[in-house]
Nanobody, 128 residues
Framework: QVQLVESGGGLVQAGGSLRLSCAAS????????MGWFRQAPGKEREFVAT????????LYADSVKGRFTISRDNAKNMVYLQMNSLKPEDTAVYFC?????????????????????WGQGTQVTVSS
């Protein structure tokens, strides 16, 4: 089992920055591919970013590329999402997700149904 708790959301003006954090429980964090997703009211959950187990590989949605940065600290069981140049359309509930991988290889996932564990979400609101 992996439990995920997000924090760091809030209200920010357009052009501002926020850093989201996701704390993971358990001793299997370094075996987990991690991802960030978001869901705006009335919309489906969408992929934001993913990071491989070692942190060597990252992938971003086109809508956030160049503005958001995903990172992880395996020693602290943490994954982060640094969000810069925020826009009103970034307003959503942001979720952290994890999938355990126990075989070798460089893996990352962009589909929500590929993840096993989810946090409760943290609200990000960007005002214009």
């Amino acid at each position: 089992q992996v439990q995920l708790v997000e924090s760091g959301g809030g209200l920010v003006q357009a052009g501002g920055s926020l850093r989201l954090s996701c704390a993971a429980s358990g001793r299997t964090f370094s075996s987990c591919v991690m991802g960030w997703f978001r869901q705006a009211p009335g919309k489906e959950r969408e992929f934001v970013a993913t990071i491989s187990r070692s942190g060597a590989t990252t992938l971003y949605a086109d809508s956030v590329k160049g503005r958001f940065t995903i990172s992880r600290d395996n020693a602290k069981n943490m994954v982060y999402l640094q969000m810069n140049s925020l826009k009103p359309e970034d307003t959503a509930v942001y979720f952290c997700a994890a999938r355990r991988i126990y075989y070798s290889g460089n893996y990352y996932y962009t589909a929500a149904n590929e993840y096993e564990y989810w946090g409760q979400g943290t609200q990000v609101t960007v005002s214009s």
